[in-house]
């Protein structure tokens, strides 16, 4: 059994540990939420942009399990259970730093794949149902029109300056979305939803560091923890003899 200070490094741990599985949840929640929000842009995005939160996924799955094993080790007070979990949280934040700096390189990125895409879809928005929903549902969701402004509808083929209907606000009953109307989104999708993505990445990249920091205290607790409770075995071992 440990005693004085340890004790209290002993229940921090355990403290730590729940808070540990509480973010396991949380990334769990958001990678699962970023999924199913940026599925309707799937069309714009490349596939290496959802390994994003896919790894937060599996992150948050084994932060869940292994702070579930650091529980077990505090209460039940192993040397050896405690030791593993250092070393998997250790192993924990190299992924979670790894992908944090990897995240960051590939931000310049982001321009980019949205220019290809968008502009390489702009012109099967007609023609392609799956895509025209894409375009229906940024319009939509981020009040935009066109790759640069509403003029690109016309520019690919849009008779009578008309645009798509996701780009008005609203519009008289059956009648036809106008480049000219009032009610017409002024903006851009590309710039809107670069910096959309891009700042939902700098909070997640946030949160993620602030993750990390605290897991590495989790581990300073843990080798405290082992290193007394080896002495007391020690200690014990060494009264028998």
Known sequence: MVS????C????????????????I????????IM????????????WFFAAPLLMIIVGIVVFLVSFFGCCGAVKENHCMIITFSVLLL????LELGAGITGYMM??????????????????YEINPDIRRSWDIMQHDLQCCGMNSPADWPRIGFRDNTVPDSCCKEFPAQSRC???????????????????IENNALILGGVGIGVALI????????????????REYETVETTAH
């Open 4 to 7: 004085g200070g340890m004790t």
């Open 107 to 124: 931000r310049g990125e982001v321009a980019n794949m949205l220019e290809n895409r968008l502009n390489g879809t702009l012109r099967q």
């Open 26 to 33: 949380v990334f769990i929640s958001v990678g699962g939420v």
């Open 36 to 47: 199913v929000v940026y599925s309707g842009y799937s069309n714009f995005l490349d596939t």
């Open 91 to 94: 192993m924990i934040f190299a």
């Open 178 to 196: 106008d480049l000219n109307s009032i009610h017409v989104y002024g903006d851009g999708c590309m710039l809107k939803l670069k910096y959309a």
């Open 9 to 24: 490094v002993k229940y921090l741990l355990f403290l730590f540990n729940l808070i540990f599985a509480i973010t396991g």
């Open 215 to 230: 897991q590495l205290i989790g581990v300073v607790f843990a080798c405290c923890l082992a290193r007394s409770i080896r």
